[in-house]
Each structure stands twice: as structure tokens, then as C-alpha cells.
């Protein structure tokens, strides 16, 4: 597996609260990507960045935020979770192997539920 | 609607059978990547084939693209159980498209002992 982390694995949380998913990359990529997927469906982008200070909104809106204050860093939050927030949340990295052929390296991913 | 669509949607296949995938998609392309996905993991990149090329082999997988008919299959031969998984496509657009990945739907491959 790539090195590239996300945690917690599994949160299940009530209606309201804030939550703070984390993803670390120890590769020195620039580009990195929050996709949402719901079980046996396709992934959606939601939020990328290509370098610190940089962020996007993805082809999927959704409530959270990102931040990108460090290049190994990329933290996506929700404010307060709603029970449609259910979903799983993977974080990627892309490996720089050249602008047109970059491929995604994924974290495990976190199962979040919300109550 | 998505940029790629694959069938079928799930497989059911028997220890040492081959598995065809199949993936269709809209636009035109820079590549086409292949993915899979253990349940509940993240995705695990397996091959990129280039939109000049039609044909790409990496051990047990081969891959082919046609960009006449914008599609693309995946072929995995003496499947094993442990290539039961999820199967996704991931198109890069050409040109205005940026450099962002757009996964298909998926398949859903079980291989039986």
C-alpha cells in the first residue's frame, strides 16, 4: 500500500457535531483529492489541491472545506454532521510522474456515520 | 450523467476463468486508467493505457483501448479468489478537462473457489 494515511477508519458521530477528517502524505506530492463514495457506487471528487495554500471545489458539491497549509497535509471538515454526510471519504495523492500520466494513490479511507 | 460506465455492473466467476470488464465513456481522452478496489479499502491503480495505444499487457491483466468506439475492457485471466474486488475505470480528459480523474461506476468481481 502507498504511503499515504487517513484516520480515523470508522467514526460514527451524531447530527450537529464537527468533525475533522485527516489525510497525510509522506510522498511530497503537491496534488492531493477528497473523493466521496456510497457503498458500490462510483467515486465523486469533492475537493483537490495542487500545492499549499491551494484548494478547489470538485464536480460533487458538498458542505465540507479543506485546508492546505502543508504539503503532506490535507484536512476536510465538516462544521455540523447531518446523517446525509454518511458516506466514505477517500483521500488521494497523485505520483508525479508527469502531468498527463499521473495515477492517484489512495489511502484506506474513512467510514464516517452519522447518526 | 458520467464520463465512463462500466458493465457489467457484477461477475460471477469460477477460480481459473477469465473476467472481461468493459468500460464506456463520452469525451475525448489523454488515458485510461484501471483501478481495484477491496472491499471497504481505498483504490489500488493497476494500469494506464495512453489514448495512442490499443493494447497493454502487465502479467495477468491486459487491457485494450478503442478510441473509435470510446471504450475500453479489462481482461484478468486464471482469476483467482483473491482478485474478488471492485473494478473501476478513470478517465483523463483531454484538453479542457484539467488534470482531474473521472472513475466509472464500477464492477463488482466475485471469484468462486
Known sequence: EADIYQTPRYLVIG???KITLECSQTMGHDKMYWYQQDPGME????HYSYGVNSTEKGDLSSESTVSRIRTEHFPLTLESARPSHTSQYLCASSDPTGTANEKLLFGS????SVL | SQQGEEDPQALSIQEGENATM?????TSINNLQWYRQNSGRGLVHL???RSNEREKHSGRLRVTLDTS???SSLLITA???ADTASYFCATRLRGGGGNKLT???GTQLKVEL
Open chain 1, 109 to 112: 479511507g474513512t467510514q464516517l
Open chain 2, 79 to 81: 482469476s483467482r479468489a
Open chain 1, 43 to 46: 467515486l465523486h471528487l469533492i
Open chain 2, 103 to 105: 472513475f466509472g461506476t
Open chain 2, 22 to 26: 468493459n468500460c464506456s465513456y463520452k
Open chain 2, 69 to 71: 468506439k470510446k471504450s
Open chain 2, 47 to 49: 494500469i494506464l493505457i
Open chain 1, 15 to 17: 447530527t450537529g457535531k
